[in-house]
């Protein structure tokens, strides 16, 4: 609320800096990968006699240097453009912090670039050890780079002490900082890896070929050994909210997580299986395929490790709406919308409630929540009465955690919950009106089903997160009416159950008969 | 709408000085400005001789062109490179204003990134192809070099925005906003004019070395000189006067700095046009007289000279425009000089081994006995 307001229909901010950002985390990885793979695979070549592995390095090295020098340093460059659009906020607290570290990230940059661009015009102008030294002084230097950047990077996910002393070099040595290290070192020497695999594959077939593409495939051990014990460091060291995230508080994230394990024990596989014990085998396509499957396994990773950070932009200190977590529980009295600087209106009112809610949903959720496209909030609330939506306002920590809490007054909860409300006008009766009564079975288990569906689903599911079976466990049919009757009184963020009478007790009789029946099979319904 | 909306300065305390990181800017951007005038002007320059060269079978004007878009791919690394520090301080120091500019032009301003892309990797063919009989070649040679225009405008366009305050609530009412870089002021034509007739300029000195450092071929030799040296004399007049029109555009307010009202203002600019003027002569007495090169050197100095004192004026204008709005020297600081020590270690290490990098590679260390 502070800057104005970067509104990207459809696609989200978020979305576009992942546009940018997921490109450049593969690109910056395999360049990192890639100097030390040239200077060590040059090393080989003099120390064993083999010319071959010479040869390979010097051809490979107008294609990492390229990669490095444009794509990587240009989008680079994007990542910050699209950060400073979508974030300001953080960014600014981000540089503040760290501008010095970036400042050391950028000479180590720029002793990247000029080594990189000196080790390949000078190939043939100065003698091996000349050569050998440019080449580890790029490869060092790169390295160096990512050792920087990681700790700004992992400071965002775990801040650790930083939040209450503040200080460089807190926030920069934060507890994440060594396990991503580590984890970020063995990516860059796998995707190297798989890049020398896919040019080794193209070598004529013969010794040379199979030769190149064992050596190639050698690169990824370090990554086989290493990222099972480092990500569990990882993990470890994650607020317990994140570890929830991924242990299945959060679907989308839990199955990132396995997508990213699922896809990385494939590539391991064909490198051991397939190039290391069968390198004849190896063809470009193949080498090609498994290439474009370290660049979904970096996309998938780094799209969890950024969820994993919800609901903060920086853990513990700034929202992912860039409301500061210490200003919270100010904005909740005070209101967001008076200290708005760009908004049109200043006070939500039962007159402006429409603009206010929109104005408040620019403020409040637009960093995460586009209308009608990526997370889009309509299909969120769609059949989500108005009382619902504002009851869910309310305690929308507790019920969605990887949400931060609304931060406006009870106003502009109010105008929000009525603008959103307003996004699927044609459900709002249907809502407020009995489901019981509008099935047409007459079965009361089918009816008390349909209520559930109604009135509970949205938050809970039958035997997966939040299980409702859980909840209800040994429960008569009469404590089922009787609970219905105080759910707020209960727990402080249900919202009272308001449907009638007959859907009551049908809604009793049913949770009466899931809280006595084992679990059915397939699950989480 | 005159409502002045700015936002709040960061709660963090910057880790330096305000007066060292705006040195730090300064120096750099001084560094990344001689490459990017390299791209910019140097470019088009390659590509106007390229196209004339292949028109009128002047086969030195191809050469030149070939010579001049050799350099363009590493000028365009150390641009980029050279290029992230002062956008780290500027944001580090200016973030209010800055990020509320950015976000008011967001789409052009991110398109700055996929345009250069495109001028980038279009140089590389143009440089690497060569074959400017090719219209394919000519084709990409023109989209880089209308890229390289393209950003520069966008540029102008966010830094003259960010020291407009009073602009941005307008603009952000308005349902451009996000989707149209800036224009709206007077000062912003004479302002991208200045700046890019200035690159031509650079452009025209760059032929002028190509020329110079040719020592076989003294035919080619004199038609680089030639060449490098008119163009670079036509820019510099012209660019003397988009800089009196840059003058008069400016608010009155701050024009009258210049005009006699602060005498460092003032000083700053009375060197700037008469060492402009030196170089001018300098360089024609190059070109024309026995081109002898420490006259060149004398007259490239003259240049550099000049644009360290455009530098420190334009920070003067901003801070003009600025006023009591935004006075960047009163935000909270709070130095962390351990790390700003580690810094300027690597820095200067790092500076050292690309120096004796970069040596190695020229001097074929290792070979050159052999």
């Keep these: ?525 | 709408m005159n409502e002045t909306v700015i936002p709040s300065i960061d709660p963090i305390a910057l880790p330096a000085p305000v007066w060292l990181m705006q040195f730090l800017s300064g120096l750099t951007f001084i560094f990344h400005v001689i490459p990017m005038n390299v791209v910019l002007g140097g470019g088009a320059v390659a590509l106007f001789l390229a196209v004339r060269g292949a028109r009128g079978s002047q086969d030195m004007y191809v050469r030149l062109a070939r010579r001049m878009a050799s350099v363009l791919p590493v000028a365009i690394a150390m641009t980029i490179t050279l290029g992230v520090p002062p956008l780290l301080f500027l944001q580090a120091m200016y973030g209010p204003l800055f990020y509320t500019s950015s976000v008011l032009m967001a789409w052009p301003w991110l398109s700055v990134i996929a345009i250069l892309l495109v001028g980038y990797y279009g140089h590389y063919y143009f440089s690497l192809s060569k074959d400017y009989e090719n219209p394919r070649t000519m084709i990409v040679g023109a989209v880089a070099v209308a890229a390289f225009f393209v950003i520069a405008f966008l540029y102008v366009s966010n830094m003259t925005l960010m020291v407009m305050p009073e602009r941005f609530l307008g603009i952000q009412r308005s349902w451009t906003s996000g989707f149209l870089p800036f224009t709206g002021d007077s000062i912003f034509a004479p302002r991208f004019l200045h700046f890019i007739t200035g690159a031509v300029s650079v452009g025209g000195l760059l032929a002028v070395f190509i020329g110079l450092l040719e020592r076989s071929d003294a035919e080619f030799r004199a038609v680089a000189v030639r060449a490098g040296g008119f163009t670079f004399v036509g820019a510099t007049i012209v660019q003397i006067a988009t800089g009196i029109w840059f003058l008069l555009a400016l608010r009155p307010r701050v024009m009258m700095l210049f005009m006699g009202q602060d005498r460092v203002a003032t000083a700053l600019f009375g060197v700037a046009v008469l060492l402009a003027l030196v170089a001018v002569t300098l360089i024609l007495v190059a070109v024309f007289g026995k081109k002898r090169p420490w006259v060149m050197i004398a007259g490239t100095a003259c240049v550099g000279l000049t644009i360290i004192i455009m530098t420190v004026m334009r920070s003067i204008v901003r801070e003009a425009y600025l006023g009591t709005r935004f006075v960047v020297f009163e935000q909270p600081v709070n130095p962390a000089w351990d790390v700003v020590a580690l810094f300027l270690v690597l820095f200067v290490a790092g500076v050292v081994l690309v120096g004796w990098m970069i040596h190695a590679v020229v001097t074929r260390r290792g070979l050159a006995a052999s």
Aim: a neutral charge; aromatic letters at 14%; hydrophobic letters at 50%.
């Design chain 1, 1 to 525: 609320m502070n800057y104005p307001f970067w509104d990207v229909p459809l696609l989200g901010g978020g979305l576009v800096i992942a546009i940018i950002a997921i490109p450049h985390v593969f690109v910056s990885h395999f360049a990192i990968g890639g100097g030390i793979f040239l200077a060590w695979t040059e090393r080989i070549g003099i120390r064993k006699g083999k010319p071959e592995y010479i040869a390979f390095a010097k051809r490979n090295t107008l294609f990492f240097v390229l990669t490095t020098l444009v794509f990587g340093a240009v989008t680079g460059v994007g990542i910050w453009f699209s950060i400073g659009l979508v974030h300001p906020g953080a960014t600014s607290a981000l540089i503040h912090n760290f501008v010095f570290g970036w400042a050391i990230e950028w000479v180590l940059f720029l002793v990247e670039i000029a080594a990189a661009l000196l080790y390949y015009y000078g190939w043939s102008r100065v003698d091996q050890k000349t050569h050998q030294f440019i080449g580890w002084a790029y490869a060092g230097a790169a390295w160096g780079s990512l050792i920087v950047i990681n700790g700004i990077l992992a400071f965002m996910l775990t801040p650790g002490r930083w939040v209450e002393t503040g200080g460089f070099w807190t926030g920069f040595f934060n507890p994440s900082y060594f396990p991503s290290v580590l984890i970020r070192t063995c990516v860059c020497l796998a995707l190297a890896g798989l890049y020398a695999l896919l040019m080794a594959s193209r070598e004529p077939p013969g010794e040379t070929h199979d030769d190149l593409v064992r050596y190639a495939s050698t690169w990824l051990l370090p990554a086989f050994v290493g990222l099972p014990i480092f990500a569990a460091w990882f993990v470890f060291t994650l607020p317990a909210l994140a570890q929830d995230m991924f242990m299945g508080r959060a679907a989308v994230l839990t199955i990132f997580a396995a997508l990213s394990m699922g896809i990385s024990a494939t590539i391991f596989a064909f490198a051991y299986l397939i190039a290391y014990r069968n390198p004849q085998s190896v063809s470009t396509p193949v080498a090609l395929l498994f290439l474009v499957l370290g660049l979904a396994v970096t996309g998938v990773t780094e799209f969890g490790r950024e969820a994993a950070r919800k609901p903060y932009i920086i853990y513990d200190y700034m929202y992912s709406n860039a409301v500061l977590k210490r200003d919270v529980a100010r904005l909740q009295q005070e209101g967001v919308l008076r200290n708005a600087k760009w908004s049109l209106v200043s006070k939500a009112t039962p007159q402006n409630a429409l603009i206010a809610g929109r104005e408040i949903f620019t403020l409040a959720c637009a960093h995460c929540h586009t209308v009608d496209g990526y997370n889009g909030v309509r299909l969120l609330v769609k059949g989500w009465p108005e009382p619902f939506i504002e009851h869910q306002l309310t305690y929308l920590d507790q019920l969605k955690g990887f949400m931060p809490p609304f931060v406006g007054n009870p106003d502009e909860r109010r105008a929000l919950a009525r603008w959103l409300a307003s996004l699927n006008p044609s459900t709002q009766p249907a809502r407020t009106a009995s489901v019981a009564t509008d099935s047409l079975s007459a079965d009361p288990l089918a009816r008390g089903e349909a209520a559930y569906s109604a009135h509970c689903a949205n938050c809970h599911t039958i035997d997966g997160r939040n299980a409702i079976r859980q909840h209800v466990k040994g429960w008569t049919q009469s404590v089922a009416y009787e609970r219905l009757g105080s759910l707020d009184s209960m727990r402080g963020y249900m919202p009272p159950y308001e449907g009638p009478e007959t859907e009551r007790q049908a809604l009793a009789a049913w949770l009466a008969s899931i809280g006595n029946d084992a679990p059915a099979a397939g699950g989480a319904r």
